[in-house]
């Protein structure tokens, strides 16, 4: 049998369905009681203060950048090796990120690199660098701590982008707890969803007063309707998906067990490629708890770029999604016309060109895991 088996999949009960019919049921569609439910729930969950709701999480990250007044001629630290809003969002602004090549082992910025990195700027371009924006990518923790560290050394915001970690943690602190400001993304294929939607985590009050007026047009809290005390947004998350959200999260204990016992069996079925350098997993940082967001898995060396491509058809042609994990930031066309280049980064590009997101989500069987592990090491590049 060779049915499709889709790259991600959300996992929703009858627990989420009424919860949500429960919403559709009152008059409070939006700016109803689930938004501060849901938000007081994700605070508690990340142990900080202040926790706001928006319509996704490149409006959440967008929001921080604008809160923290990141703008035209200035700059941020950040990577090219993520989705692509964690650098759009200070374009949005007419800010400009600064890449920073990643760790070979984890695909993180490292507060080492990003040091060297500013310390090499030419003074008048570090004079106007005002963050770092670093990335938990694929849900492995970065060194939050190190990066609080050296936010405090040089006066720079740091901004822990954690919309694929909800759940991980490092030195027994969240993702997202970390530096001025964080952020979890609840995409359908991520930890935990509500359709589409995203929260700002922070210790600063004010940062949140702010971000609260910036989702809702520019209102003050109180204020009237047609009241607008500065420039916003309609980055508004409805009381309907917070209702999704609250009830997804009162399962999260379940919903991770089921997502690391899928990573598990992939990785104990994988172990002999692992073990011959023919695949290289993404290496966890001492002191870690990963929440996976995908599986990820990396061509070693000697491999081509080309050899990827092949595999990913090969797979398609099994009915088994998959897709690359990510293109460089920094050689996507818009980026390409702020000088950026092929070989600016070359650690991110070498693994660019070799990474495999193989299907993941929380219900995945353990049939199918082992149907695809069975297609890939039957695939022809492996076999030559």
């Given amino acids: 049998m060779n049915t499709p088996i889709p790259l991600s999949n959300p996992d929703i009960t009858d627990l989420e369905r009424n919860a949500v019919m429960e919403v559709l049921n009152t008059p409070n569609l939006s700016l109803g009681p689930k938004l501060p439910e849901f938000e007081a729930g994700l605070a508690q969950f990340t142990g900080v203060p202040y926790a706001v709701a928006m319509s996704s999480g490149t409006a959440v990250l967008h929001c921080i950048i604008k809160a923290l007044g990141i703008g035209k001629g200035d700059y941020a630290i950040t990577t090219p090796f993520s989705f692509i809003s964690t650098s759009n969002c200070l374009l949005m602004e007419e800010a400009q990120p600064i890449f920073v090549d990643i760790d070979t082992h984890t695909y993180n910025l490292t507060p080492e690199s990003v040091e060297k990195t500013y310390l090499s700027l030419p003074l008048s371009i570090r004079r ?24 405090k050394k040089y006066g720079l915001h740091i901004i822990d982008d954690s919309a694929e970690a909800l759940g991980s943690s490092i030195d027994g602190r969240k993702c997202g707890s970390f530096g001025d400001a964080g952020l979890y993304a609840f995409y359908p294929n991520k930890q935990v969803t509500t359709g589409e939607g995203g929260v700002l985590i922070t210790k600063h009050h004010e940062l949140a007063v702010r971000a609260k007026s910036l989702r809702n ?7 009237g309707w047609l009241q607008h005390a500065r420039l916003g947004y309609n980055y508004r998350l409805s009381d309907i998906n917070c209702s999704l959200g609250i009830a997804q999260m009162k399962r999260f204990d379940e919903l991770l067990k089921k997502r690391r016992g899928v990573k598990e069996h992939y990785d104990s079925l994988f172990e002999d490629f692992f073990t011959k350098g023919i695949l290289i997993p993404q290496q966890i940082p001492q002191n870690s708890f990963v929440s996976p967001f995908v599986y990820v898995l990396r061509l070693a060396d000697h491999f081509q770029p080309g050899d990827r491509e092949a595999l990913l058809d090969y797979l398609r042609k099994n009915n088994i999604g998959c897709s690359n994990y990510f293109t460089p930031i920094h050689l996507q066309p818009h980026y390409t016309e702020l000088d950026s280049k092929k070989g ?3 650690e991110t590009e070498r693994i660019c060109e070799r990474t495999i997101a193989l299907p993941f989500f929380n219900n995945l069987t353990g049939e199918q895991i082992e149907r695809v592990v069975e297609t890939v090491k039957r695939s022809p590049l492996f076999s030559k």
Wanted: charged share 25%.
């Fill in 128 to 151: 106007r660098v005002r963050a770092v924006i670093y990335v938990d990518v694929f849900g492995v923790p970065a060194d939050g701590p190190g990066f609080e560290a050296l936010g």
């Fill in 217 to 223: 047009q520019g209102r003050d809290e109180g204020a």
């Fill in 344 to 346: 600016d980064m070359p």
